[in-house]
DNA sequence: AATACAATGGACTGGACGGTCCATTTTTGA
DNA sequence: TCAAAAATGGACCGTCCAGTCCATTGTATT
């Protein structure tokens, strides 16, 4: 299966995938159905289960790595030179904002309470997700410590996995409440608590 | 309908709350049926539907007031007496205690994407619960200016606020991953923050 | 005791939806 | 050019499950 696609084929399967995340995304994945997904990718019940032979669980698996590679290119180039306190304030409004066009939808959230514990690859695509946002912040702050700008003793993993807890907090509270406030709050307390960080005598 | 509820009328419900808030948890929501519910709590169908005229959302919602209320009691008596930095300390192990013994199962998370934005109050379940959360934290905070630990110039909600983002984010992370390292690190790191607030000169 | 109403039991239904199957068309590669 | 394989169309099926309906049992109140 996975070698024998054509181009043709290619163009479908990518053609289904994004039309799927983006049905996913205006229904919620509970009340999304596979029609739906034709509907809107213009293909028949047989292409989609040509193209994942394991049934509407591997299509959404298939969604979930899409929307997990956007989330982290949505935040270039400023998430990859966090080098200075304006880049991470830039950092910080193309986040606020991402999550704010967003809204309440939340793609890969729900995703993976649909799919989550029953497909094993599933869990994989978030925790490499995970990894990768934590060690962007990681270099951004080693590239701070170079700098000169905040103090070597620092520790760097706890940091960014902190500041990263506080994101993925204000983005399930605007998700559920349809507030940005905590999101803010958590950015702008992370941020300066960082830069405190190089101050403080503690 | 609702001022008339016999005495027996009133536990058989609870008996149905309670025992849906189970199956929700062991099942997930998404696979959890009526017919679960019913084997779970000895009821019929009929019942089901005497007690929540309006049919499964009704009960979800009901269920998700239940778990709702369980949050902050289940923080009981640590997070209502946030006084000291030894109170502190023994509120961040009773939370990170709880969910790590809830492991991977988000009742409310998933209770909402699926009634979500459906129901019009079950928003407003969540929304209540932040915001009592979050006042909690807020009192310990004064709390701890009044002993003279913080200074009074400090932005007591918008801490609050943060410092719950990174609660909630630590137990999102919690949920997709399996792992507490975050939820750890958000609550260490938050604490300790607050702490540095207390003499940074900033 | 009688009546009214709440509580319970359980059969039945209607539709939604994931998945299967086979026929047909298109592309590939020798 | 011509088979072999991939891509597509769409009818069909089986099941699951929320919700309905009516009959029966229990329980207050007078």
Known sequence: MRGELTAKGKTTRS????????VLRE?????????DIM????????QLFHYFPSGKDELLVAVAQFEADRVLEDQQPYLGCLDSWEAWEQW????IKRYEAQGDRCP??????????STPGARAIVIE??????????AGIRAMQAAGRLP??????????????????GVSILLSTGQSTHLRAA???????????????V
Chains 1, 2 share one sequence.
């Open 15 to 22: 053609r289904i995938v994004e039309g799927a995340a983006a």
């Open 129 to 138: 997700l995970m990894c990768r946002w934590q060690e962007s912040l990681a």
């Open 152 to 169: 070597d003793e620092l520790d760097v993993d706890m940091r960014a996995a902190a500041l990263l807890a506080a994101i993925q907090g």
């Open 39 to 46: 509907a809107r990718t213009s293909t028949s019940k047989s």
């Open 108 to 117: 890969l959230g729900s995703l993976f309470l649909q799919v989550g514990r």
């Open 92 to 95: 910080r409004d193309v986040v």
């Open 187 to 201: 950015l702008d307390q992370g941020i300066a608590d960082l830069r405190r960080a190089g101050c403080a005598v």
């Open 27 to 35: 229904k919620g994945v509970a009340s999304a159905t596979l029609d």
